[in-house]
């Protein structure tokens, strides 16, 4: 170890702090000659480099007022809900990067449409956007981690559009990235949830919103040694964005695959999807309205959002050509292969056309996909049962196959098929 190296190990701390604040090799070169230490640049450079070896040295982001928030997740186990049920909690934060100044909400989920939610309740309790939103890796708002040309979650990028702020994802393995929120999840975990006890849901939001007045936002911050609410309201309030005037249309997403009658099932409900995409996991997007549904990206159909259960919204257009058919010819098709497999099944179908003539189709599918387990006659016999009693349902063919009553006079039954669910 030369002498220099010595002298300069009596100054590391000092040195580190320098490096940490983003100070150059120069700046530090010269800080150190104030100090009265009198060694060359060339030896403070070569130190400099091996601390950046040795030590995991970052430079603290300093960030204008207004300019920046850093958005996480954490998970802090179970707590009560409304109910008594102890459910899996997170807790969203949201801090401005400059005032420190905090939001922090209890969720019990991670979904794309609670992470927006959050970010439109932290907006409106600042009463205003940042220019930016620096955010982690979450699923919630990036599909592909890329630091250079990211893929974000469209909803959330609608989402960012209409607020007009910019999403910023952290780098992977990056964690310094948004050292000023997680040190804000790990502030709560410590300091309000740990050791505390609630009776419900409301409980914890009442005690939260409380702390984060009176305490966190209260407090004076441990770095910057200010209190983040005075620095707030002097410095950043003002040159926040302006919020919308209008409310962000909220859409529930997911995804779902195509079934092979070109047809995706969503809340009990049925939508037609262009038939080049059977068996191929879509997007889907609904409001109160519409229902969107996307592939790779590209929305690929649009439906008005069903209401009540069971009903078909088709677009005769989703079909091949060979396949499209008139109310009548579709009819026909499905009549005759009910016929093939027998009289009474042929009778069931005129039963199911004539009760349900909207959504006879799914019934009839799934009794011709009992072939693949029954022998038609098995089948047709099973329709003669329930036929005796009225009913036509899937369910009801298919617990008949199941439990070999088929084969039973049919006196024998004097209650409906309802019973005979698995």
Known sequence: ???????????????????????????????????GL????????????????REKIFVRIH?????????????????????GRRRKTWVFNMKLSFSRYDYYEKVYDQRVETFIE??????????????TVRIDNLKAAILEANFYQPVYQ???????????????????????DKGKVESGIKYVKNNFFLGRSFKNSNEVDNQLRNWQEKVCNSRVHGTTRKVPKEIFEKEEKAKLLSLPLDAFKLSAVGTRKVYHDCHI???????????????????I???????RIYYKGKEIALHPRGVGRGKFSTNDSHYPKYKRFSETEYQEKYQVKMA?????????????????????????????SLKKSYPPGIINLACRRALAYGVHQYQTIRNICRNGSYNLPVEFCKESYECCKN
Not at 40 to 51: E, F, R
Not at 63 to 83: C, H, K, R, S
Not at 118 to 131: D, Q, S
Not at 285 to 291: F, G, P, S, Y
């Open 1 to 35: 170890m030369s002498c220099w190296t010595r002298k300069l190990d009596n100054y590391k701390e000092k040195i580190i702090e320098l490096m940490e604040i983003g100070l150059s090799g120069v700046r530090i070169h010269q800080e150190l000659e104030k100090m």
């Open 38 to 53: 009198g060694i060359s640049y060339a030896s403070v450079k070569d130190y400099l480099a091996g601390i950046k070896k």
């Open 63 to 83: 960030t204008l007022p207004a300019e920046e928030a850093q958005v996480d997740f954490g998970y802090i186990g179970l707590t009560p809900d409304n109910e």
């Open 118 to 131: 959050c970010h439109i309740n932290a907006f409106n309790y600042f009463n205003g956007v940042p220019e």
């Open 154 to 176: 469209r909803l959330y990028k609608d989402f960012a559009d209409y607020y007009g702020f910019k999403p910023i994802p952290c780098r992977v393995y990056h964690p310094n």
């Open 265 to 283: 099932y969503i809340d009990y409900n049925y939508y037609s999807v262009p038939f080049e995409y059977v068996g191929k996991i879509v997007e």
């Open 285 to 291: 997007e609904l409001n109160k309205e519409l229902t």
């Open 340 to 368: 093939e497999i027998g009289e009474y099944a042929e009778q069931l179908f005129l039963l199911a056309v004539g009760n349900q003539p909207k959504n006879w189709n799914r019934i009839i599918q799934g009794i011709l």
